[in-house]
């Protein structure tokens, strides 16, 4: 016999009781806590009012008191006095420690019934003629985003928990390799938890380095996540069948693309598919992307590499400027790069990877007889700036040099495989000019 599913209470009106008198009761709880806690979460009106007044109390640098708590509520709270509701209140109080799962249970039910109103509201919406569903479902993502963003709980840790940590290695930081052995050394590789942005001006190798570098991480065991808004998965997969090939005699990855190449050539790539067959990196090359989507599709990535065994280590946007932005910033460029870079650096914080972020340099480089970049190339570079753990600029001489009639031939030939990684930031380390050694027809980069 199946016996019903039981249902769960969705409105705890108790354990919005308990958690308020808790917060009042216990000595300097609520100015700790109750800026952790949002209104909404109460779904008893006279409660979510008790609330904010006491948190607005606590902002204005007020010490609450049974006087002043009871003196900013109504004379009527509901057919109650505001007196006995105080009482009451506080007389359902727990102790301190109980307060985080009162919380839980209290954001448990509001999660819930935000879920029934959303379902309830698509119900109706996808019955209008006038919805386009495929805009139904885009504001879908960003409504189930903002449930899903509470998700977290608190990491407060008392700095002597920190130094511990500390001095006996828990929270080393050991990010996923680059594939550079000089990038690794300077960065520490792919850091989790920061928000790395590595910008160029067109035909500099940031499409080769990408695909170069995270082809290598996926290789190492790491999970990499790509979401390409410029380039296809198949010229993703063409770049990386040419760079895995290990050899300047391979097919350029554009013959390879065109499927110009010989039998050998051909049972070449067969071999290299084999090495690649089964690598932990994902490709969305949808080329219309909000960052709310962006977001959704890495949790489902990180789910996806981990019921795998697998760590998702790189989440990778190329580039930031091919974003769709939110209806909020529509128009303003600056603030459209602050949202994403904002967003971005909190992706690599709750997802605890790194995410990498490929940008456009503006035209002003080409300007200046120096051509190598600097901080203020960045398109809307100051929030940029601020979010970024680490910077990074691309730079290949020869791309310049093979537009200039007179360069010295010696000098075309020095430079033709190098690219110049400029670390202009790097929040945990040294800045400096790391040399590689690249070949932009095979999408390969190597060591100096």
Known sequence: MN???????LSEVDS????????????????????????????????????????????????????????????????????????????????????PGVVSIVKDRWARRELIEQAEQIR?????????????????????????????GTKVKSLDTAMQNVREKKTVRRGASTGLHALDVKLNGYVPGQLYVIAGRPGMGKSAFMCSSLRRTAQ?????????LEMTAEEIACRCLSDGLDSVHAPYFGDILKGLMSEGQEADLQVAQDSLSGLPMLVDDDARQTWSQIVAKARQAKAKFEAQGIPLSVVCIDHMGLV???????????????????????????????????????????????????????????EIEQDAHVIGF???????????????????????????FLIRKNRNGETADVRLWCSIGHSMIRDE
């Open 124 to 152: 109706e919406r996808a019955d209008m003629f006038s919805e386009n569903p495929y805009d139904l479902a885009s504001d879908v993502i960003v409504s189930l985003d903002s449930i899903n963003a509470d998700r977290s």
């Open 16 to 99: 919005e009781i308990t958690l308020l008198g808790s917060l009042f009761m216990a000595p300097g709880a609520f100015e700790q806590m109750g800026g952790s806690i949002r209104p909404e979460w109460f779904s008893d009106g006279m409660l979510r009012y008790m609330f904010e007044a006491c948190r607005k109390m606590i902002d204005e640098g007020l010490r609450l008191t049974p006087q002043s708590v009871i003196s900013s509520l109504p004379e009527d709270c509901g057919g109650i006095a505001r007196n006995a509701l105080y009482a009451r209140v506080c007389g359902a109080a727990l102790p301190v420690n109980t307060i």
């Open 220 to 228: 190492s065991g790491k999970g990499v996540a790509i979401f390409s």
């Open 324 to 382: 769709t932005p939110s209806d909020r910033y529509r128009g303003n460029k600056v603030a459209e790069a602050g949202e994403v870079s904002g967003q971005a650096r909190a992706l690599a914080k709750e997802l605890d990877c790194c995410v990498v972020l490929l940008c456009q340099l503006s035209r002003e480089v080409e300007k200046r007889d120096d051509k190598r970049p600097v901080m203020s190339d960045l398109r809307w570079s100051g």
């Open 3 to 9: 016996l019903p599913a039981s249902k769960i209470v």
């Open 394 to 420: 691309l730079y290949r001489e020869a791309y310049y040099l093979a537009q200039d009639a007179n360069a010295d031939p010696y000098k075309v030939s020095e430079v033709r495989n190098r690219l110049e």
